[in-house]
């Protein structure tokens, strides 16, 4: 992407998020959400699929492609752009009549009781009940007619009872081009929702958090992992952050997004729809499971060995153990305390990991030092069988939905020379990276691109053996002896040291002692400066 498309897009974002709204006030963020993201994936799929008929046009009438129906078929032509085989076959979703956007646009405000025609290869008849039960049957449609799609769409507009706001939104979201340059419907609406989601969990705070990862995190993970091609698996995915970046890295390298294998797993019933929605409108083939489910007791993936699994599961999760027995497979490390989750996440992640998989998961710093209920004896054995590869070390107010401290795990099943990386066994890399990133606004604290670029390069520097080298204050590569005298804390600041700091071009440590030289030195005139004052004034007579 240009920087003129990106700054389309940037601007596209704030101008539809603040006109949206002054369309729902009456809406808190947890209902517009579903309100606004429903219109934006119903224009994503009526953009693929016009799109798709275009191109199929083009292709009937000219005589040159396989496709060719001769000069005079308008009549035929019109009945094969109906043939829903000629959409799915390219992966393009069949959208029936009544949910196509220009259908809708078209009839928000007719009056109520209006009989709208409706040409679906045949004609029939619609009764008009309102927009926001138009909308409802667009959605189940949809629904109907792509298998993948059951159960993931929010068909609840009717009985929100914003018909009057409805038309006005829609107006808005028809706005977002077809295309812009060399973007198309998939990049633009991808983007505006990303977006969307974005905004929406700042809105709501703690509690949309809960379903959203900052994108500057995700990157920093996807880029130190560089997912090229294989299964990735997310056990907690949220709306799909870690997913997305991975198909733009993908992209970004040149690879083809058909590479990556997605798997994941999510318990709350809301945000596995937005995932599958977030998934559906880049057009990548995932598995989130038959249903919304406990990564713990319903495992959607039993016998999935990935490539790399990134995730940000929920930090210091209590009671998460019902139904769980102690003897699961899974806890070959030790057995995760009940009142917090963090190990637990670990090593079901650990037990999905390929013999050559990379992982890594946002935990809370609590778990590099905690001795604990076992998790000191859980980290202890997971060092010990040589699996933590990296540890980062974040800087705080990242997240819109906790002040906790984080930290990232990065643990690999082999740590021996492969794909250009040297022998890396018995050693792992700290880096403290708590000075990076800068304050978004007054709460928020964001990585730049050059933060990103600074951790991943220095992580693959260090793998790769050329061009790194330990630097006080930020980064040190420990052998094992030295993890195991420090009880296996692994919290990168006991390992990495204090930087030295300079100031006016002089190194703090020089500077100080030459201040300390000369603070002494002045004393000491100070004091021969009141002793001569004395001698002068017992002369003068003045003197005790």
């Known amino acids: 992407m240009n920087p003129q498309e990106q700054q389309f897009l940037n601007d596209l974002d704030k101008k539809l998020w603040t006109a949206a709204n002054k369309l729902l006030p009456m809406l808190d963020a947890a209902v517009y959400k579903h309100v606004a993201l429903g219109l934006i994936f119903l224009k994503y799929v009526s953009d693929a699929f016009k799109e798709r008929r275009a191109e199929l046009e083009a292709a009937f009438r000219d005589p040159n492609h396989d496709y060719y129906l001769g000069d005079d078929a308008d009549e035929m032509i019109a009945e094969e752009l109906e043939a829903r085989d000629y959409y799915t076959e390219k992966n393009v979703f069949w959208v029936p009549a009544l949910a196509r956007w220009d259908f809708i646009q078209a009839h928000a405000k007719v009056a109520m009781g209006a009989k709208l025609e409706v040409k679906n290869g045949k004609t029939s008849t619609y009764e008009f009940k309102g927009i926001g039960r138009l909308l409802d049957d667009a959605l189940d449609a949809v629904e109907k007619e792509n298998v993948k799609l059951k159960g993931v769409l929010d068909k609840d507009y009717a009985r929100k009872q914003i018909d009057t706001a409805l038309p006005g939104l829609i107006d808005l979201i028809a706005e977002i081009p077809f295309r812009h340059g060399t973007l198309k419907a998939k990049d633009i609406l991808g983007h505006v929702y990303e977006y969307f989601l974005g905004e929406f969990a700042m809105a709501e705070g703690k509690k949309g958090g809960q379903y959203y990862t900052p994108k500057s995190i995700v990157t920093t993970i996807v880029e130190m992992l560089q997912p090229y091609q294989g299964r990735v698996y997310d056990p907690c995915c949220g709306s799909g952050g870690f997913f997305v970046q991975s198909e733009k890295f993908v992209e970004e390298h040149g690879g083809r997004v058909g590479q990556l294998s997605i798997y994941g797993q999510e318990s709350n019933p809301t945000t596995w729809r937005l995932a599958s929605m977030n998934m559906a409108i880049r057009g990548m083939d995932y598995d989130f499971g038959k249903e919304p489910a406990s990564t713990y007791t319903r495992d959607q993936h039993p016998d999935l060995r990935a490539d790399f699994i990134m995730a940000n599961p929920p930090f210091n999760m209590k009671e998460w153990n019902a139904g769980v027995k102690d003897d699961d497979p899974r806890w070959k490390y030790g057995i995760p305390p009940a009142n917090n989750a963090n190990f637990a996440w670990m090593q079901h992640m650990i037990h999905h990991l390929a013999p050559q998989g990379s992982m890594a998961l946002l935990l809370a710093n609590g778990s590099m030092s905690s001795n604990t209920n076992n998790e000191g004896e859980i980290r202890k054995a997971i060092v010990e069988a040589d699996l933590v590869e990296c540890m980062v070390a974040l800087p705080g107010q990242l997240f819109t939905n906790t002040q906790i401290p984080a930290c990232i795990w990065v643990l690999a099943r082999s740590k021996a020379a492969r794909n250009g990386f040297r022998d890396r066994a018995g050693e792992t890399l700290f880096i403290d990276a708590r000075n990076l990133g800068y304050m978004k606004d007054r709460v928020l604290r964001d990585f730049s691109s050059d933060d990103i670029a600074k951790i991943a390069g220095t992580f693959h520097a260090w793998k790769q053996g050329e061009g790194y080298a330990d630097e006080a204050g930020?980064?040190?590569?420990?052998?094992?002896?030295?993890?195991?005298?420090?009880?296996?804390?692994?919290?990168?600041?006991?390992?990495?040291?204090?930087?030295?700091?300079?100031?006016?071009?002089?190194?703090?440590?020089?500077?100080?002692?030459?201040?300390?030289?000369?603070?002494?030195?002045?004393?000491?005139?100070?004091?021969?400066?009141?002793?001569?004052?004395?001698?002068?004034?017992?002369?003068l007579g003045y003197g005790g």
């Open 474 to 539: 930020y980064c040190k590569a420990a052998k094992l002896d030295e993890i195991r005298k420090h009880d296996y804390v692994l919290t990168p600041g006991r390992y990495v040291g204090a930087a030295a700091q300079v100031a006016d071009g002089e190194l703090f440590e020089e500077k100080m002692g030459r201040l300390t030289q000369q603070l002494t030195e002045q004393f000491g005139e100070s004091a021969r400066l009141e002793r001569a004052i004395r001698e002068n004034l017992a002369r």
